[in-house]
């Protein structure tokens, strides 16, 4: 029993370790424009400099690219992202921009942030 413990610990390491970009806290107001369906609103949970996760009340269809307009302290943000994850009403968007200045402006905003715990 106790190997069964270690092994899950250990795989929830790997987890974290897998990683890439560290998330920060960030609950602001976010429009998402698709080609689809019209502009929907929803309220960010978190943000790394790859994406963010955001509560909506509309369905988005997954592997979408979407254009995200939400504003953090340092400035508006209008960037593209790939809407990869879903789970009810929390997604996961992918930033599709990595040259763009509103990229910069997300890479800057989590430099000067606390990891979320």
């Given at each position: 029993?106790?190997?069964?413990?270690?092994?899950?610990?250990?795989?929830?390491?790997?987890?974290?370790d897998a990683?890439?970009?560290?998330r920060f806290k960030l609950h602001v107001d976010?429009?998402?424009?698709?080609?689809?369906?019209?502009?929907?609103t929803g309220r960010t949970l978190d943000i790394s400099e790859a994406?963010?996760?955001?509560?909506?009340q509309i369905?988005?269809?997954?592997?979408?690219?979407?254009?995200l307009e939400f504003k953090l302290p340092l400035g508006g943000?209008?960037?593209?992202a790939l809407v990869r994850q879903r789970n009810a009403f929390r997604y996961g968007f992918q930033f599709v921009e990595p040259d763009s200045?509103?990229?910069?402006?997300i890479n800057r905003f989590c430099r000067e942030r606390k990891p979320r715990t």
């Open positions: 029993m106790e190997s069964g413990k270690q092994s899950g610990a250990s795989q929830t390491e790997r987890l974290v990683r890439q970009h560290s976010v429009k998402i424009y698709s080609r689809i369906s019209s502009v929907l994406g963010l996760a955001a509560m909506l369905e988005v269809p997954l592997d979408q690219v979407v254009r943000v209008s960037i593209r200045d509103a990229q910069e402006l």
